[in-house]
């Protein structure tokens, strides 16, 4: 089946310190790669995304990820977090079908809380 | 995000209610969806909108009913609702081609509580 995994439910971190959230994902075909990200009782916003080309992909905030294809992997990188990065992190997936155009969906993984401490 | 706007941001509802979840997008996009969130869950799609035609509906309970008057606008009723349906509910919006690769954009939400 089709699905996206986020190994890690919590991570800690503190400020100044790099960071690394690690997204797998499990599809017959390569799919479309998202990061989102949530802040408390917010929608999610959109981090970068991936579908083709340069497989280290930057994002808005300093965020950037790269695709290997060979560890069905898509995490997600800063080299610096700010306390203003703390929230909850989103890996999603979507394959999209030629055949069935119209019926893709986004499959999310179950999200990364991340805490920054002084 | 500004593009994609929910109201109302937070709702209270008794079970035998009924209420509504306004969605509307700025985007010129041409799909919508609706998903909830609950605590500790991933995220559930409920319904997507193409073109202002339904094409899926996850197996949401008939107590959830969505309307998409146009490729704006999207609404969410709700009635009898269940204290488990308490959850945030978000809207997101996306442009759908041929070529593929359309990008979900979210609104801020609704924070629903079913008493």
């Known amino acids: 089946a089709q699905s996206v995994t986020q190994p890690d439910i919590h991570i800690t971190v503190s400020e100044g310190a790099s960071l690394e959230l690690r997204c797998n994902y499990s599809?017959?075909?390569?799919?479309?790669l998202f990061w989102y990200v949530q802040s408390p009782g917010q929608g999610l916003q959109l981090l970068l995304k991936?579908?083709?080309?340069?497989?280290l992909v930057q994002g808005i905030k300093g965020f950037e990820a790269e695709f290997k294809r060979s560890q069905s992997s898509f995490n997600l990188r800063k080299p610096s977090v700010h306390w203003s990065d703390a929230a909850e992190y989103f890996c999603?997936?979507?394959?999209?079908?030629?055949?069935?155009?119209?019926?893709?969906?986004?499959?999310f993984g179950t999200g990364t809380r991340l805490t920054i401490i002084p | 995000e500004t593009g994609v706007t929910q109201t109302p941001r937070h709702l209270v509802m008794g079970m035998t209610n009924k209420k509504s979840l306004k969605c509307e997008q700025h985007?010129?996009?041409?799909?919508m969806y609706w998903y909830k969130q609950s605590a500790k869950k991933p995220l559930e799609l409920m319904f997507v909108?193409?073109?202002?035609?339904?094409?899926e509906n996850n197996s949401v309970p008939s107590r959830f009913s969505p309307e998409c008057p146009n490729s704006s606008h999207l609404f969410l009723h709700l009635h009898t609702l269940q204290p488990e349906d308490s959850a945030l509910y978000l809207c997101?919006?996306?442009?759908?081609?041929?070529?593929?690769?359309?990008?979900?954009?979210f609104g801020p939400g609704t924070r629903l509580t079913v008493l």
């Open positions: 599809y017959g075909a390569t799919p479309y």
């Open positions: 997101a919006s996306s442009l759908r081609s041929q070529s593929g690769g359309d990008t979900q954009y």
């Open positions: 985007l010129g996009h041409n799909a």
């Open positions: 909108y193409n073109f202002k035609e339904q094409t």
């Open positions: 999603a997936a979507l394959v999209y079908n030629y055949s069935n155009f119209g019926n893709e969906k986004l499959t």
């Open positions: 991936y579908f083709s080309g340069d497989t």
